[in-house]
């Protein structure tokens, strides 16, 4: 099994930075790619961002292009989310993703799922 916990959610004004962190663990050796997706209140899930497995490649949902970086730290079994310039249209639940043999921005492509951490963007 994979297990995914988020952190790093908070509650920022506009302009801000946060890094979100997801600490994998468990049999990840089948991992192809990581995502990133966030949902606001009465929503759908929304794709922000995707990394393979090697993390030499990447991939942006449109609303996060320019300011938003995933990424990845092997040692540590973490992926990344730098999120610079944030708006309060960013407002959402973060939630971290693994699929084992997609890589995109379909929610259905990813397997497992981490418990989300709220984003909180005030004007």
């Known amino acids: 099994q994979v297990q995914l916990v988020e952190s790093g959610g908070a509650s920022v004004q506009a302009g801000a930075s946060l890094r979100l962190s997801c600490v994998v663990s468990?049999?990840?050796?089948?991992?192809?790619?990581m995502g990133w997706f966030r949902q606001a209140p009465g929503k759908e899930r929304e794709f922000v961002a995707s990394?393979?497995?090697?993390?030499?490649?990447?991939i942006y949902g449109d609303a996060v292009k320019g300011r938003f970086t995933i990424s990845t730290d092997n040692a540590k079994n973490t992926v990344y989310l730098q999120m610079n310039n944030l708006k309060p249209e960013d407002t959402a639940v973060y939630y971290c993703a693994s699929s084992p043999g997609y890589y995109g921005p379909y929610p259905g492509g990813y397997a497992y799922w981490g418990q989300g951490t709220q984003v909180t963007v005030s004007s």
């Open positions: 468990g049999r990840t050796f089948n991992t192809y790619a």
């Open positions: 990394i393979n497995r090697s993390g030499n490649s990447t």
